[in-house]
């Protein structure tokens, strides 16, 4: 018998489905487990593969023999009678045209109460069924029976109505769904035969969203069927503007005023959105209505310091904006750089810093400037002034990357103007790398002599730009990160901001150096900012030579200098990177809850821990180094835990807890009943112990992860 065309859609969509193992095996074990359902509430922007993860669990329902029935919510009317209308045809009800919504309602009651197994009723697009919301939670949903096991899948998470009810908070599971990894997406580009040659340059622009890489995979088919070339190996979304278009299509819920479009464009521009930003890009007193829509879209995250939106997103907004309207995209540029200029002027240090990773977020682009900068994990750096007890270790570390000489003459300059020391320490507060910054006329003529990198700078002003009265010279003479010394990495990265930052802010400055030892790499990004190479400055010192570069500010002042950065910016073609990196996953507290309890239960099975989300957190990325193996990063989310665990084991009112997840997860018992015999307390008890437990151990690591 020749297979049905059903068949071989399902077969077709499994041949390429990727990844999803733990959406999978959460829903596995929701569907066998003993215990009521619930509900299971999947949410993600939009694209990013919840109705394929649905099929699959409608299909995994169906390997099980478990009864289904999935409905999407975009065909249905929002309104009491013509869901249970739709839902009882679903199931196979006879139901005749005359029968009132009571009484289809009462059948399918009836029905699902009959049945004696599990019955998993699936709705997608659940964002759809906004307007009957309360009407599922208040009525609808608490008649039907126990056995029924409900999954809703939309953009968005449960709202406040859901959380606020300790009755459904407790019988609503939330997963969020997010970007395929780097491996996922590769096994899919396989699968979708798209060239391996072309895989670093299409995660560079998709960032793994399942959607793109599905309509990149269409672009790559669609030319190999028409004989054109399919090998792009500088692919950017420019060259297939109706990608960009299909995923505006699907990121944006909805029709949008062309207000609300520039504010969309805007938010993707700046590296943070904060209302008075906004308005400033809007060119409006009050952009506060204007905010709180971009607050609520599915993806556009709130972080702690203005709004953000998804990776992907950002990217297909910017790129349409620089395709479709180019003269829109230099007044937004525009309009930013006034406001990052403004902020300039009246910011303390810290806020100056701020602005600058702002200002320079906007040429990230620039094929000049994106070698040289690394934004990852930038924010969980502080910057501050070097303690006392930190300069034996700051030496070490000059001596580590430099030699014993220049540790000595970097010991000199500590002694001689400390207040110039900048210290860069990781979210542990440990020293992650620092900068020190050399007044010249500060320095006096002795000081000057004692240091021939110094000495060969002062040489240099007096023989071509001799400083005037008041005037002051600078010199970043020792920079580095204490892993990576100058190599580019976020360290690196907040240390040029920083000497941005003393360049734009110091008074009557008239000229700054900059030291470098690997000089011909960075030449690009200071030609980029208008500093010259100077060799007659170069200098060694031991083994080692440097190479360095200088600017006047009499010649180009600090304004003039932010606006030819961003001439340079608008006018240049944009250029994507084809290296390829692995974004860090950012939780809701909700998800992070999750990831920790699953991360609990697999404690002893590191296996299983390799496919949990917390491994790809700052939080053990911080433990574990950027570009940790996951054998390493597993070992470090084991290490988070047993030491938050284990910090809980002298308090007098965690203990208890501690106890619980002891017997519970690091060293379990064979049953849960055993486990409460151990600590000779009630079944009950125990649990609700342990339930404790996973909620304090997720608040202590969830203030590691935000930075508290």
């Known amino acids: 018998m020749a297979q049905t065309l059903g068949k071989r859609l399902r077969e077709a969509r499994r041949a390429v489905f990727v990844g999803r193992e733990r959406e999978q095996k959460r829903f596995h074990e929701i569907l066998t487990g003993a215990e009521a359902p619930g509900i299971l509430w999947l949410h993600g922007p939009g694209g990013v593969g919840k109705s394929s993860l649905l099929r699959e669990w409608a299909l995994a329902a169906q390997e099980l023999k478990t009864s289904f029935a999935i409905l999407d919510a975009r065909h249905i009317e929002a309104e009491p009678a013509a869901f249970v209308r739709v839902l009882a045809e679903t199931l196979g009800l006879p139901i005749s045209e005359d029968a009132t919504a009571e009484s289809v309602l009462e059948t399918i009651q009836q029905y699902l109460s009959a049945k004696t197994k599990r019955i998993v009723l699936l709705i997608d697009t659940f964002e759809f069924f906004a307007p009957l919301e309360a009407w599922l939670r208040d009525e609808f949903l608490p008649a039907l029976p126990e056995n029924v096991f409900l999954v809703f899948a939309g953009r968005h998470a449960p709202n406040a109505s859901w959380r606020a009810d300790a009755g459904w908070r407790d019988l609503v599971r939330v997963l969020s769904l997010r970007n395929l990894n780097t491996a996922m997406s590769g096994d899919y580009l396989t699968r979708r035969r798209v060239p391996q040659n072309q895989h670093a340059a299409i995660l560079q622009f998709t960032h793994g969203h399942p959607l793109a890489l599905s309509l990149i995979a269409d672009v790559f088919e669609q030319r190999q069927q028409s004989g054109e070339d399919a090998i792009v190996l500088q692919f950017t979304p420019e060259d297939t503007p ?158 580590k990357h430099e030699g014993k000489e220049e540790a000595e003459l970097a010991r000199y300059w500590f002694t001689a103007q400390p207040q110039n020391l900048t210290v860069l320490r990781d979210s542990q507060g440990a020293v992650a790398g620092f900068m020190m910054m050399v007044f010249l006329a500060q320095a006096g003529a002795e000081g000057v002599k004692a240091d021939p990198a110094t000495q060969a700078a002062w040489a240099y002003l007096q023989r071509h ?169 597993v070992a470090a989310l084991q290490s988070l835990i047993k030491e938050v665990c284990e910090s809980m084991r002298g308090a007098r009112r965690e203990s208890k807890f501690y106890r619980a997840l002891y017997y519970g997860y690091l060293k379990p018992a064979a049953t849960q009943e055993r486990a409460a015999e151990a600590l000779d307390v009630p079944f009950s008890t125990y649990r609700r112990h342990l339930k404790s437990g996973v909620r304090t151990v997720t608040d202590l690591l969830w203030k590691r992860e935000i930075g508290d």
């Not at 297909?316 to 006034?338: C, K, M, S, Y």
């Not at 200071?526 to 100077?534: G, K, T, V």
């Open 242 to 399: 109706e990608v960009v278009r299909t995923l505006l299509n699907q990121l944006v819920e909805a029709e949008t005023s062309d207000e609300h479009r520039v504010a969309l464009e805007a938010c993707a521009l700046v590296r943070l959105t904060t209302e008075d930003l906004l308005a400033a890009l809007l060119d409006k007193e009050n952009a506060n209505d204007v905010f709180n829509w971009l607050r609520g879209l599915s993806f556009i995250e709130s972080g702690r310091q203005g709004l953000l939106p998804h990776d992907l997103a950002r990217e297909v907004l910017l790129a349409d904006l620089r395709w479709r309207n180019p003269g829109q995209h230099r007044l937004l540029h525009e309009r930013a750089r006034t406001f990052y200029s403004a902020r300039l002027k009246q910011g303390s240090p810290d806020e100056q810093q701020q602005v600058l990773m702002d200002y320079v977020f906007l040429h990230r682009h620039n094929p000049m400037v994106r070698p040289f900068l690394d934004w990852r994990e930038s924010s969980a750096l502080t910057i501050g002034t070097a303690r006392p007890q930190e300069i034996e270790e700051l030496l070490a570390i000059v001596k």
């Open 465 to 633: 730009e001799p400083l005037r009265s008041g005037e002051e010279a600078t010199m970043t003479r020792f920079w580095m990160a204490r892993d990576s010394y100058q190599d580019t990495s976020p360290v690196q990265s907040l240390i040029l901001v920083n000497a941005v930052r003393y360049d734009l802010t110091t008074p009557h400055l008239a000229f700054s150096f900059f030291t470098c030892a690997n000089p011909d790499f960075w030449a690009p990004l200071f030609a980029y900012a208008s500093s010259q190479r100077l060799t007659e400055v170069d200098f060694k010192v031991g083994k080692q030579s440097y190479g360095v570069f200088g600017h006047d500010w009499r010649a180009l002042p600090p304004m003039e200098w932010l606006d030819l950065l961003g001439e340079r910016e608008v006018n240049a073609a944009p250029h994507y990177n084809t290296a390829t990196e692995t974004p860090l996953v950012v939780l809701t507290h909700e998800d992070f809850y999750e990831a920790v309890h699953l991360a609990l239960r697999n404690w002893q099975r590191p296996d299983e821990l390799r496919t949990n989300v917390l491994l790809r957190t700052r939080l053990v990325t911080n433990r574990a180094g950027r570009d940790a193996t996951d054998e390493t990063r």
